[in-house]
């Protein structure tokens, strides 16, 4: 079993940055791929990136690929999301998800996952 609990989102000016956090509690974190959905209330949810158990893989949706840096701590069983160059389309609510070791970016395969956290960017 995982918690998963994000924090770090808010409200931010366009062309800004954001960096969220999911705090994991459970005694595996290291065992899991860790993945960032987002999802806009009119739209449905967008993989935003994952990170393999290990942090030497990363992904990332193509949407955000140049602004985006997924990073873990499996020693604090965090995971962060860092995005760059903040647009009004980047307002969502963002959901960390965990998979046990599987690499994928369906969000259907994924078990474990965080309450969201809403970031907001004003134009």
């Keep these: 079993q995982v918690q998963l609990v994000e924090s770090g989102g808010g409200f931010v ?3 800004g940055s954001v960096k969220l956090s ?3 509690l459970g005694r595996t974190f290291s065992s ?3 993945c960032w959905f ?3 209330s009119w739209k449905e949810r967008e993989f935003v990136g994952y990170i393999s158990y290990s942090g030497s893989r ?6 955000v690929k140049a602004r985006l840096t997924i990073s873990r701590d499996n020693a ?4 962060l999301l860092q995005m760059n160059t903040l647009k009004p389309e980047d307002t969502a609510v963002y959901y960390c998800a ?3 070791y599987y690499l994928t ?6 078990d474990y996952w965080g309450q969201g956290t809403q970031v907001t960017v004003s134009s």
Excluded: I
């Design 13 to 15: 000016q366009a062309g």
């Design 22 to 24: 999911c705090a994991a």
């Design 32 to 34: 899991y791929t860790m």
């Design 38 to 40: 987002r999802q806009a």
């Design 58 to 63: 990363t992904y990332y949706g193509s949407s």
């Design 76 to 79: 604090k069983s965090t995971v």
């Design 98 to 100: 965990a998979a046990k």
């Design 105 to 110: 970016a369906k969000a259907n395969e994924y």
